[in-house]
């Protein structure tokens, strides 16, 4: 379902202590699993060597396609293509592409254990590339949740996850897991398949609106959602199917500015679903015109919603807030074709360090924590 001096030896699970008369610098990056060390050491003259294995029941001779390197901090991680691969993963959406992600998650598997709920690939890019259309997706692998608008369903095994693993993400930019829209992907695990949404592509007259799969379109909120969707509280009926609206976005709302909503949060079975106000979903949009802080728009649907209506309509969220699963882990790794130099390492474990707080920064952006209210977190790391 659619919905983003330590020698390493390739693909194994020794651990190769060198001392060196002269060493290389260590290069890191993001991505987040299990607990190996991968260094590139270049113009090194061994002294001697001494070997160890990790304390770990993998097949510590399991080989691999790709060649990772774990950040010393033990949160982040790299996963290095060939430039040929690398260029196809980038021009052919290698990540959309079933087959080549298969091969990628599989291969990862032998390196970090099987213990995550979530895996971000982030590309080693400035920005998203052009060929490229999206700044992030996520790909559903199971989900067990019932009351969320579809069956559950579950493709861990041809990933080689027994059953652990939730989804995987790409995000193709660098800093695209502090700026956005990691937590945008993140709530597709969950939404929106639950109301059958309305959109339309631009402002105009005589406009006929269109089904807006996995988001919220003109749909309102407690705030503005993640998912897209206006702040309820500034709905104004003008009249005659007319209505005004703060501005908004159908999409999204602004990447990691803004938190998760009341039906996000129930969704995601963060709150119960007597904390979700009463909301508003318009559809068969007729016109739209866009003021400076302001829409307005004529709607010949409007359908509310409240606690109750939303169980009749999907029946109870099972399990419930009580009993659900609030603390994730999430491996974090950076797809590339060069060795991360220290300052992108820097960047990729600063940004998943935040990411994971779970605590206030008291800044404009929303880490996983805070976009939750406190209710949900995240352990990134091996």
């Excluded at 610098?25 to 190996?36: D, F, P, Q, V, Y």
Aim: hydrophobic share 35%.
């Amino acid at each position: 379902m659619m919905h983003f001096g330590l020698l390493v030896i390739k693909g194994y699970q020794k651990l190769l202590l060198i001392i060196f008369k002269r060493k290389s610098m260590i290069s890191t990056l993001i991505t987040s699993s299990t607990t190996k060390f991968i260094v590139i050491i270049k113009n090194i003259i061994p002294v001697f060597l001494l070997l160890f294995f990790s304390c770990n029941d993998k097949d510590v001779n399991s080989d691999t396609v790709f060649d990772y390197t774990l950040h010393t901090n033990n949160r982040v991680a790299s996963l290095k293509m060939s430039s040929s691969d690398y260029d196809s993963w980038i021009n052919e959406d290698g990540f959309a592409n079933t087959e080549s992600r298969l091969k990628v998650v599989n291969d990862l598997y032998n390196v970090f254990e099987d213990q995550y709920d979530f895996i971000f690939f982030i590309l080693n890019e400035p920005s998203i590339p052009e060929n490229l259309f999206y700044y992030g997706k996520l790909i559903g692998i199971s989900n067990s949740v019932q009351g969320l608008g579809f069956l559950p369903y579950d493709n861990s095994l041809q990933y080689g996850s027994n059953g652990k693993l939730k989804a995987v993400m790409q995000l193709t930019g660098l800093e695209y897991l502090k700026y956005g829209p990691a937590l945008h992907e993140l709530a597709h695990q969950w939404a929106n398949f639950a109301l059958s949404t309305h959109s339309v592509d631009a402002p105009g007259e005589d406009l006929s609106s269109y089904l807006y799969t996995g988001h919220w379109g003109f749909t309102g909120g407690s705030t503005p959602g993640q998912l897209g969707g206006f702040n309820q509280n500034t709905l104004i009926s003008n009249g005659n199917n007319s209505y005004s609206v703060e501005s908004f976005g159908p999409f999204a709302n602004g990447g990691n500015s803004v938190p998760y909503n009341e039906l996000e949060l129930y969704l995601m079975g963060m709150i119960d679903v007597s904390s979700v106000n009463d909301f508003d979903m318009f559809t068969e949009i007729t016109s739209l015109s866009v003021n400076e802080s302001t829409f307005d728009f004529t709607a010949a649907q409007r359908t509310t919603y409240t606690s109750s209506s939303l169980v009749d309509l999907l029946g109870q969220r099972v399990p419930g807030n009580t009993s659900s699963q609030k603390e994730f882990n999430l491996l974090v790794l950076v797809i590339t074709k060069e060795s991360l130099t220290n300052e992108e390492w820097d960047i990729v474990d600063a940004n998943a360090e935040w990411f994971s707080k779970t605590e206030s920064d008291e800044t404009s952006l929303y880490n996983f924590w805070e976009a939750t209210g406190g209710q949900g977190s995240l352990k990134i790391g091996f």
